[in-house]
T-cell receptor
Framework: GAGVSQSPSNKVTEKGKDVELRCDPI?????LYWYRQSLGQGLEFLIY????????KSGLPSDRFSAERTGGSVSTLTIQRTQQEDSAVYLC?????????????FGSGTQLSVL | QKEVEQNSGPLSVPEGAIASLNCTYSDRGSQSFFWYRQYSGKSPELIMFIYSNGDKEDGRFTAQLNKASQYVSLLIRDSQPSDSATYLCAVRDDYKLSFGAGTTVTVRA
């Protein structure tokens, strides 16, 4: 596609429910990233994919968070048993490949609200 | 702990003036540097990148990098109300892009 696509754009859920956030990167981009941005805060790194593998999961806040990527394309971030502190904007980004000069392009994000 | 530090602002400048944003980073091995602009409620948008020491100009934007001082800056010349946004400094080391908390800029008409 022309840009990074994320769905849903907004998600309101009740505490304790599971949620799934989807990211469709730019076609041909092999590297995919998930970041989280809480209100008024900077971007917090969650996880990085190169192809279908995730060499760095160090940013996932707890074992309630997991992510997968299939076919080297679409990625899903799953949050189990959501808590109110999970409320944030979840941003997905992609780049052509891994490399110091590669530029990241962001999707429009999913605003998650946990009531 | 790799850190990217920015003044949070807000930075208020009159229309037509120069806005100067600063960023320092802790990892001396960092190799590439990016400035993203983020409008309220929107996702970050890449506006500048710089890899080598010195200045890089693109339209009204100039990025400056000093690796010895671990310092990168962004100048916005002839500031316009449409430049009002939060500017995020990002530092790349290998695959990972680490972000500062951002500087909020307000351009007064």
């Amino acid at each position: 596609g022309a840009g990074v696509s994320q769905s849903p754009s907004n998600k309101v859920t009740e505490k304790g429910k599971d949620v799934e956030l989807r990211c469709d990167p730019i076609s041909g981009h092999t590297a995919l990233y998930w970041y989280r941005q809480s209100l008024g805060q900077g971007l917090e790194f969650l996880i990085y994919f190169q192809g279908n593998s995730a060499p760095d999961k160090s940013g996932l806040p707890s074992d309630r968070f997991s992510a997968e990527r299939t076919g080297g394309s679409v990625s899903t971030l799953t949050i189990q048993r959501t808590q109110q502190e999970d409320s944030a904007v979840y941003l997905c980004a992609s780049s052509k490949r891994t490399g110091t000069n590669e530029k990241l392009f962001f999707g429009s994000g999913t605003q998650l609200s946990v009531l | 702990q790799k850190e990217v530090e920015q003044n949070s602002g807000p930075l208020s400048v009159p229309e037509g003036a120069i806005a100067s944003l600063n960023c320092t980073y802790s990892d001396r091995g960092s190799q590439s540097f990016f400035w993203y602009r983020q409008y309220s409620g929107k996702s970050p948008e890449l506006i500048m990148f710089i890899y080598s020491n010195g200045d890089k100009e693109d339209g009204r934007f100039t990025a400056q990098l000093n690796k010895a001082s671990q310092y990168v800056s962004l100048l916005i010349r002839d500031s316009q109300p449409s430049d009002s946004a939060t500017y995020l400094c990002a530092v790349r080391d290998d695959y990972k892009l680490s972000f500062g908390a951002g500087t909020t800029v307000t351009v007064r008409a």
